[in-house]
């Protein structure tokens, strides 16, 4: 039986595929080597290039990857949900 990747990595990891937090902890895994990836290809071309990856919010999964990051973009839109990016941030 050919075993999708992300169950393959999971099972490799030794996470299981059926426990919500072990899926969570692989996507959010996932998502940091990808980032870490793509920083190290983007450098290659160029050390001085920009980097942000936007995403549609940086928050609590990012502070892992924060470092790949050289700036940061703030967005304030009219009709938010009340709270700020700085108290989502903390």
């Not at 919500?20 to 080597?33: F, S």
């Amino acid at each position: 039986m050919r075993l999708p990747s992300c169950l393959k990595g999971m099972k490799a990891a030794g996470l299981n595929p059926k426990n919500a937090e072990d899926r969570q902890r692989y996507a959010e895994d996932t998502y940091h080597e990808w980032v870490r990836d793509m920083s190290e290809q983007v450098r290659s071309f160029n050390p001085d290039y920009n980097i942000f990856y936007n995403k549609g919010h940086v928050g609590r999964v990012d502070k892992p990857v924060l470092d790949n990051y050289t700036y940061a973009a703030f967005e304030s839109l009219p009709g938010g949900l009340g709270d700020t990016w700085i108290s989502r941030y903390r």
